[in-house]
């Protein structure tokens, strides 16, 4: 007896070490809150923990699949001050290459970052001009320094997989076989890898793009026609929202028809107007009206496939 509960134990061991072994691409994240205009979001960004190279220090960054990853100059540059082996893969750009139409000249290539058990090779990280704060070596060893962005070029030919309910996600080469995928979507990518998905309004078709670092609104426009055209409850709030260091006014209401995004209806979802200006975009010939982020996902685990184009619900 005693020898086949011996038995039975190390099965169940090996069977459970096995599985962490086969799961260990998960990456926890962490929700960071905001108070805006005497709101507060509790789940307004997604932050990742993570290391670069060798080094024992430990980052965060924001998770942003509407942006290009860049690290703040005055932050990474005060480590780069006391990493030599670091220092060396700096890397100077031409003068055409910009961030919110600031030049850009300095970057960062080669780096191997770490997310526990998974490591990425990022080819370039952009420096953010005159961006963060200076730390000494002695703070670098005692805190955990937020860099931050990490965004869409990390996620070039993989499959992102965001699991909300649990808050985890993974950059992977093929969707697990533990998962179902139980609806698919086709998107298009802009030039800098941004996913773009189909949305009706009004028997039209449009795109919005999909960005995790944007949480606090189902569906965002700066189309003052698409804001017009929808049919919206009368009771209009106002937030003060920030946008690099300028704030521009966003405006929100109940959507009150069917509006399609996938299979899901965002009637009685708000919509919301920014007057932050952008300029028109269209993608194969479709209008991009606007954005939307986590929110619309929270009870859902998706996959992302940067490899066949497709958003797919995941069970």
Not at 111 to 118: A, I
Request: with cysteine.
């Amino acid at each position: 007896m005693k020898a086949r509960n011996l038995f039975f134990i190390l099965s169940l061991l090996a069977f459970l070490t096995s599985c962490s072994k086969r799961e260990s691409y998960w990456i926890d994240f962490n929700w960071v809150s905001i108070d805006m205009s005497g709101q507060k979001f509790e789940k307004a960004a997604i932050f990742l923990n993570f290391k670069i190279d060798s080094f024992p220090n430990r980052f965060s960054a924001q998770f942003d699949t509407g942006a290009e990853s860049f690290f703040k100059e005055k932050t990474i540059s005060s480590f780069l001050e006391n990493n030599t082996k670091l220092s060396k893969k700096l890397d100077s750009l031409p003068s055409n290459k910009n961030l919110n139409n600031l030049p850009v000249k300095l970057a960062l290539t080669n780096l191997n970052l770490k997310f526990k058990d998974t490591v990425v090779l990022q080819k370039r990280v952009f420096f953010y001009p005159n961006t963060g704060k200076a730390f000494t070596e002695e703070e670098f060893d005692s805190s955990r320094i937020h860099l931050g962005t990490l965004g869409v070029d990390l996620l070039k030919n993989k499959i992102l997989i965001v699991d909300y309910p649990s808050e985890k996600l993974a950059f992977l080469e093929k969707i697990p076989s533990s998962f179902r995928v139980v609806q698919s979507i086709p998107f298009v990518l802009d030039d800098i890898n941004r996913v773009h998905i189909p949305i009706k309004i009004k028997e039209r078709s449009f795109y919005v793009m999909l960005d995790t670092g944007s949480s606090m609104f189902s569906l965002i426009t700066s189309d003052r026609d698409v804001w017009n055209k929808i049919r919206k409850s009368d009771n209009i709030d106002t937030l003060s929202v920030s946008s690099f260091g300028k704030y521009y006014d966003v405006f929100g209401s109940k959507i009150e028809e069917d509006i399609y995004l996938m299979d899901m209806n965002l009637k009685k979802h708000k919509i919301h107007y920014s007057t932050r200006p952008m300029d028109d975009t269209c993608l194969n010939g479709t209008k991009v009206i606007g954005t939307t982020g986590n929110k619309l996902f929270l009870d859902k685990v998706i996959a992302i496939n940067y490899k066949n184009n497709t958003l797919n619900i995941l069970e």
